[in-house]
């Protein structure tokens, strides 16, 4: 069952958090992880602007450049349709079908894997949500 983890780096500092396995948690930070709660709610729906601060500003920068030059066609029209959404004003963002979004994203190296993790987690803080 997943549930909602706060991740930490190595040296102690929350990366974030995150909705997952307590077995893919422990994989992917072993010793670095405290649960928050359990999630049984629906998967919540995040603002466009607010889904957009979630990237550093290299890191959107990346996903911009990348949605405007890339060759692979496949990859391309995914993240430009992310972009699309996610530069929407007054736009929502539905994280239930996020995991190809993330994928697109640690395949085009906008994303490292961590951070994909923590970018595209399902847990939505209130001043997140519509």
């Known amino acids: 069952m997943e549930n909602v983890y706060e991740v930490f780096d190595t040296s102690g500092k929350s990366l974030g958090i995150i909705v997952a ?38 890191e959107f920068n990346a996903l911009t450049a990348f949605v405007a030059a890339a060759a692979q066609a ?16 007054g736009g929502q963002y539905w994280l239930a079908g996020a995991d190809k979004d993330k994928s697109a994203t640690v395949a085009a190296n906008v994303l490292t894997a961590e951070r994909a993790d923590i970018v595209f987690s399902l847990h939505v803080s209130q001043s997140e949500a519509p």
Not at 22 to 43: D, I
Not at 74 to 89: C, E, G, M, P, S
Request: charged fraction near 25%.
């Open 21 to 58: 396995t307590e077995e893919v948690v422990n994989m992917k930070y072993p010793g670095r992880y405290q649960f928050v709660r359990e999630n049984n709610s629906l998967p919540p729906i995040i603002t466009s602007e607010a889904m957009k601060k979630r990237f550093t500003t290299d």
């Open 74 to 89: 496949q990859q391309k029209t995914r993240l430009a349709a992310f972009l699309d959404v996610i530069n929407a004003v």
